[in-house]
């Protein structure tokens, strides 16, 4: 059962709202728990706090650092269950669906926001029923990442002998050998279960294409996680395996991203939150860095979508509730859209921004993004990732997580095997 789910046994709306709760500041405040800590992250929060400041409402920041937002997500329950819930929180995927079926979200707040602003015409299809729930909006979506890309250092593959990017998986791992052969780490990774996940769903994606990707990680249809096909995917991830370095074990996303800038690997497979890092270190995409989709992927787009979820509020808040209205209305305006994905590294949710993404001062990994982002939602190339929230529930991912890490750690680990521990691991998360 999602972790989440279990909330409804504890919670009723008649405690959401303690009769001694404090009454709404005249002017309105918003009070918004989120995991946006970095430097990049906070300037541009900073940027939609003074925003709504300057429009005459208190921001009250209820940032919470660490753990991908799993650390928020604590502290987010916590506080339902007391009854003091916060009226934004970061919130994204699924767990929109578990917040919103338990009564704690505003199906009313955003409707004269999102008529006035035309959010329906403005957003993707995808975007939007991500932030809906029984089709309502009860949450304003900010950025998109693509998750499925490689990123590379062109010196480091010019020093090994490496004249292009590699486009099939035949290609990397033969990149790959050049690379260890020139005495350098071929993939720069590290060793945590949400990122051992991410390089999972990429080779999913590249053996069995965006169709299989759909059933296995987001139908969890059991045919196919345990058939011949995902038995392939492992195979090639155990392969893939052998070109991590050695010493990855616990190590941080962003520490093996240094290794790939500074020139010690030739490769990482990250999302594009990893494009902060060349652009914290002055680097400038398409000359110091190449990103391309991972091998056999360049027709596909695993997404992830963050996203500001409205709470309930009483109907006497009127100021708060106003304070709601106009958080929504400027994160998805086009000065905070801009400034967000660059500060980010991921692209707006805008449509009519991503058709103009060159003009906007967007480089070019940003255009690529957009660009596909627009093709491949046509194609069915658009895909919700499973080891950044977007495809399943918390438990389910953990399931995925708790296979997938101790089968790349386990030299001895059969891929047959493995396929049928991560059906029944799946089907008992369910």
Not at 287 to 312: E, R
Request: proline share 4%.
């Amino acid at each position: 059962m999602n972790a989440i789910t279990r909330l409804a046994t504890v919670i009723s709306l008649a405690t959401l709202f303690p009769l001694g709760a404090q009454a709404a500041d005249p002017k309105g405040t918003v009070e918004v728990v989120h995991w946006w800590t970095s430097g990049g992250e906070k300037a541009a929060v900073d940027v939609l706090k003074a925003q709504v400041e300057k429009d005459g409402f208190i921001w009250k920041d209820g940032a919470v650092a660490g753990g991908g937002g799993s650390t928020a997500m604590t502290v987010l329950k916590s506080r339902a269950v007391s009854g003091n819930p916060p009226s934004v929180a970061q919130i994204k995927g699924p767990d929109i669906q578990e917040w919103g079926s338990l009564g704690l979200l505003s199906t009313d707040t955003l409707a004269p926001v999102a008529k006035a602003e035309k959010w329906d015409s403005l957003l993707s299809k995808k975007v939007s029923d991500t932030v809906k729930y029984e089709g309502e909006y009860v949450a304003v979506p900010v950025n998109i990442h693509r998750v499925n890309w490689l990123w590379i250092n062109p010196e480091v593959f010019k020093k090994a002998g490496i004249d292009k990017a590699p486009t099939t998986l035949e290609e990397f791992y033969a990149a790959g050998d050049k690379l260890k052969a020139a005495g350098f780490i071929a993939l720069a990774h590290g060793g945590q279960p949400w990122q051992d996940s991410t390089v999972f769903e990429d080779v999913v994606l590249s053996v069995m294409g965006a169709d299989g990707y759909k059933k296995a990680l987001v139908d969890l249809d059991q045919k196919t996680l345990t058939g011949p096909e995902m038995v392939k995917t492992l195979t090639e991830l155990k392969k893939l395996a052998t070109y991590m370095d050695a010493n990855r074990a616990g190590r941080d996303w962003n520490v093996a991203a240094a290794d790939v800038i500074n020139g010690k690997a030739g490769m990482q497979m990250m999302g594009d939150w990893a494009k902060s890092e060349w652009t914290a270190a002055k680097k400038i995409a398409g000359k110091d860095y190449q990103c391309v989709p991972f091998p056999g992927t360049d027709k596909a787009f695993t997404y992830n979508i963050d996203s500001l979820a409205v709470f309930q509020l009483k109907a006497e808040k009127e100021g708060d509730i106003a304070a709601q209205q106009d958080l929504a209305k400027v994160a998805l305006g086009e000065n905070f859209q801009k400034v967000f994905s660059i500060n980010k590294g991921s692209i707006p949710v805008r449509t009519d921004m991503l058709n103009d993404m060159e003009k906007l001062g967007f480089d070019a990994c940003a255009q690529t993004a957009a660009k596909d982002f627009l093709a491949d939602e046509k194609t069915g190339g658009l895909q919700p990732s499973m080891a950044h929230n977007m495809a399943t529930t918390l438990a389910v991912q953990g399931a995925f997580f708790d296979v997938v890490t101790n089968y790349i750690n386990d030299p001895k680990a059969d891929p047959a095997d493995t396929a049928k521990k991560l059906g029944a691991a799946v089907k008992s998360a369910q």
